[in-house]
């Protein structure tokens, strides 16, 4: 019992003493303008001291990404950083591998402006933008994902398969405003009004705030897009895999790739969900196999409710995979994966795909 208790205690110390310092430092430090050097000079921008690396770009409009909305939860928001600003803290070490280190690459909520400091950015985030939304659909398409459709202030310009992050505001005992990270559903061709797919996560801020709080017609700010899950642009035969609201990315990119006429791409889309009730857009898939000549809707159960009317695949999606791949998928053509949704089935998905010699493996984790 105590040995359980222990690294709770241990957890709860090390953040207290960490708010501890954080408002003492407030007070007692006052530490003026300084300029943040981006980019060997591209950019230089003078701000006040005192705040997280990630809140103080953001003030000035450069977004970096951020998922768990700077709590240091996510590692989403990784920048290279030229000057020494000390030790690494605690909440950056685990996601940080050595040659990340060696490069001192920090977590930008991490991380105080208090001097100043040299950093490097893709250019590419030079491109995010804050939109202004309005929300005009709500659409239970499962008994836990919500479609959410948003009406935006400005044109989006992003590849299919990226993401955004929506930005929710307080509301009942959340206090602060947070941010998370959620996939376009919608393709590019939309630009002005976007589609995401938002499973509720019991207990979770954003997600509780999108499926019982958001109605249509409020306002919603986004900030995007970002994010390196897209289509590559080759030949190779496309081995899909995503089920819940994993399915965003991949009918964004679906979407994308019939309207631009790239239907002479072989595709393999395996849906993996637990039951029945977890299906949707069954029709759209299915009506992309009837125009796509080579484009395979693979659903997959784990547990049908109704056995004996269910008849697709049954089994785990990797198992259903792996038979597909040794047994029906010709082995000679070159492949590529493209992986959406929790780590789990993700990390067993590609270690499964290496097996089968595929390399060039794509995902976004929703972690
Ligand atoms: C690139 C990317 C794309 C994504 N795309 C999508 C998408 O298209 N659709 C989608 O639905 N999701 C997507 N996600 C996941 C999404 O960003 C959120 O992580 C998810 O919706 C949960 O957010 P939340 O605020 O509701 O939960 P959070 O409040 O972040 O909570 C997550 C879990 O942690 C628990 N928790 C929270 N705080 C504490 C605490 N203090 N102590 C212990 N436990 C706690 C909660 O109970 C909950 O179980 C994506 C994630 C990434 C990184
Ligand atoms: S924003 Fe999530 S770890 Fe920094």
Known sequence: MNLLLAPLIVSLISSLLASLIVIVDSIVNNYGEVNININNGKKILKVKGGSPLLFTLASQGIFVP??????????????????????????????????????????????????????????????????????????????????????????????????????????????????RAYSIASPPSKNTEIELLVRLVPDGIATTYIHTILNVGDELEIIGPFGDFYLRDTNAEMICVAGGSGVAPIKSILIDMFEKGITDRNVWYFFGAQSEKDLFYLELFRNFEMKWKNFRFIPVLSKPQEPDKWDGEVGLVTEVMARYLETIIDKSLPKEGYLCGSPGMINACESLMRKFGIDKVYYDKFA
């Open 66 to 179: 951020s998922a768990c909305g700077g709590k240091g939860s996510c590692g989403a928001c990784k920048v290279k950083v030229l000057t020494d600003v000390g030790e690494y803290l605690p909440t950056e070490l685990p996601f940080m591998s050595k040659d990340e280190i060696k490069e001192n690459i920090r977590l930008a909520c991490q991380i105080k402006v208090k001097k100043d400091l040299n950093i490097v950015l893709p250019e590419k985030l030079f491109n995010v933008k804050k939109y202004k939304g309005k929300v005009i659909s709500l659409k239970n398409i499962t008994h836990d994902i919500k479609e959410v459709k948003i009406q935006l202030s400005d044109k989006i310009y992003f590849k299919a398969g990226q993401y955004i992050q929506v930005v929710i505001p307080p509301y009942g005992k959340i206090k602060q405003s947070t941010q």
